[in-house]
């Protein structure tokens, strides 16, 4: 989504979202952590090349850690 109109980016991920639904799945790689968390089953977190934390897309969104490193709380 980087460099793209925020209301591009808004349909996109609608669309993502809508695709969940039906049941395709979908490999995001996204710096939006916090819209990619949103529409995501389950997340990755990479730091330099290597999986630091992962789980459920819920749970990362309200883990401590990741707010703080990647979700700006």
């Known amino acids: 989504s980087l460099g793209l109109a925020p209301l591009i980016v808004r349909e996109i991920f609608r669309i993502i979202e809508q695709l969940r639904e039906q049941g395709v799945s979908i490999l995001l790689i996204e710096q939006n952590a916090r819209a990619a968390l949103a529409v995501a089953n389950h ?3 990479l730091e330099t090349g290597a999986i630091s934390v992962e789980g459920p897309s819920k749970r990362l969104l309200t ?3 990741v707010a703080r490193a990647y979700l700006g709380a």
Do not use: I, Q, W
């Open 43 to 45: 997340g990755y977190v």
């Open 63 to 65: 883990d401590p850690e």
